[in-house]
């Protein structure tokens, strides 16, 4: 479930706490959580809604201007059911604490590391020549980097998000940067 900018920081304020969207089964679920730009949002309700039963105010809750401003936009999507996606902004991404703590013992150098070599483990050594890149060429979109690598968009932008999970790498408005965390790591690391 996807938010654009603009409503983010509505939802950080606590102006907008619903949303419509039209599934074909939902992609969110009562009791779970959403990361997104700002943190993490708590979802509190996911039930299935008729257009009619919209109301103005669940229009103006939504971030929209009125309800045939939402309608229009649910419209636009034909396939699947219209629901109702109640939420509060929880907490800031955790992730972003962990990126900053650029300073490294020597148990977290190890640890990391370790994890590093798992995610290679099922794929090849991928890790460090992504993290090296994205040192060399910070900014560079992710078509740029899998094109240098030699790697599929789809395959490289799912295994950033892996590093990024480990506070290692953070996204740009246009492609990646490590974060102190991973430079710290690719510093502590043997050449």
């Not at 606590?14 to 039209?22: D, K, M, N, Q, S």
Request: net charge positive; glycine share 8%; charged share 30%.
């Amino acid at each position: 479930m996807l938010f654009r900018a603009a409503i983010l920081e509505r939802i950080r304020t606590g102006e907008v706490t619903l949303a419509f969207r039209r599934w074909r089964r939902p992609t969110v679920k009562a009791g779970g959580r959403l990361r997104t730009a700002i943190g993490e949002l708590a979802i509190e309700s996911v039930t299935p809604c008729a257009s009619a039963a919209i109301s103005e105010a669940d229009a103006r809750a939504a971030g929209f201007v009125s309800r045939a401003e939402l309608l229009a936009e649910l419209d636009a999507r034909q396939e699947g059911d219209t629901h109702r996606v109640a939420f509060r902004f929880d907490r800031p991404d955790p992730r972003i604490a962990l990126r900053e703590a650029g300073d490294l013992s020597a148990d977290e150098v190890a640890s990391l590391a370790q994890q590093l070599d798992r995610l290679d483990r099922g794929a090849g050594p991928w890790t460090l020549p992504v993290l090296r890149h994205i040192a060399a060429h910070e900014g560079q979109a992710a078509a740029g980097i899998a094109k240098s690598l030699g790697v599929e968009k789809a395959r490289l932008k799912q295994n950033i998000r892996k590093l990024k999970e480990l506070g290692l790498t953070e996204s740009l408005e246009t492609g990646y940067r490590l974060s102190p965390r991973g430079k710290a790591l690719l510093e502590a690391l043997p050449s």
